[in-house]
């Protein structure tokens, strides 16, 4: 049973481009939560979604920032326009949907390393 | 909102040593806590996951103590080896939320 994956492992973009960040949550699993860890700090929750549903969005910056999670394939973190502040690890986690609520236990990827120049 | 502050920043030791790791939270309305081990550009292991009404959790040489009241968890890791360095992340889960609340860190090295 693969774990969470994420891809790309390492980013790097210059100032100005689009980043786009994917996460495949475990199988069976429904929902997805992006948390972005700055360096130095402590991980940040961004946003949690399920299938075809942004359920909160509150950690995620009100510009240039959106995230996906369509019925088929990965879930999607997309930066339009990086800036060099937007250098961080991005972690996805899963957890598996058991009688209509999230389970205690969220299951984290690899992450991916994005560097602005 | 709820601040997760872990204590110290970074913790060298020799080897064989114990190792006592302190996580403070804030708001002690809490559902669970959880313990996470970062290895350097590696995601997030879970470690022991403590629900609120309950005390401590074990794992072999881990060891999870939770007293809620006070907004304190204590991470002990017994007969440290040079395989256990590490960060370790704190994270708590409020009650009727989802999103977990994340500490900064300790860095720990033991040393052969």
């Known amino acids: 049973n693969a774990g969470v994956m994420q891809n790309p492992r390492h980013l790097v973009r210059r100032r100005g481009q689009e980043a786009r960040l994917r996460c495949s949550p475990m199988?069976?699993?429904?929902?997805v939560y992006w948390y972005r860890q700055l360096p130095e700090e402590g991980l940040k929750f961004m946003v949690y979604?399920?299938?075809?549903?942004?359920?909160?969005e509150s950690g995620m910056p009100k510009e240039r920032f959106s995230a996906e999670f369509p019925k088929e394939g990965p879930s999607i973190l997309r930066i339009q326009q990086v800036v060099r502040g937007d250098s961080a690890a991005y972690f996805c986690?899963?957890?598996?949907?058991?009688?209509?609520?999230?389970?205690?236990?969220?299951?984290f990827g690899p992450g991916t390393r994005l560097t602005v120049l | 909102k709820q601040e997760v502050t872990q204590i110290p920043a970074a913790l060298s030791v020799p080897e064989g040593e114990n190792l006592v790791l302190n996580c403070s939270f804030t708001?002690?309305?809490?559902?669970?806590l959880q313990w996470f081990r970062q290895d350097p550009g590696k995601g997030l292991t879970s470690l022991l996951l403590?629900?609120?009404?309950?005390r401590e959790q074990t794992s072999g040489r881990l060891n999870a103590s939770l007293d809620k009241s006070s907004g304190r968890s204590t991470l002990y890791i017994a007969a440290s080896q040079p395989g256990d360095s590490a960060t370790y992340l704190c994270?708590?889960?409020?009650?009727?939320?989802?999103?977990?609340?994340f500490g900064a860190g300790t860095t720990v090295t033991v040393r052969a």
């Open positions: 994270a708590v889960r409020e009650r009727d939320d989802y999103k977990l609340s």
């Open positions: 199988k069976g699993h429904s929902h």
């Open positions: 708001d002690s309305a809490i559902y669970n």
């Open positions: 403590i629900q609120s009404s309950q």
């Open positions: 979604l399920q299938k075809e549903n942004i359920i909160d």
């Open positions: 986690a899963s957890s598996p949907l058991i009688q209509g609520r999230s389970t205690d236990t969220q299951y």
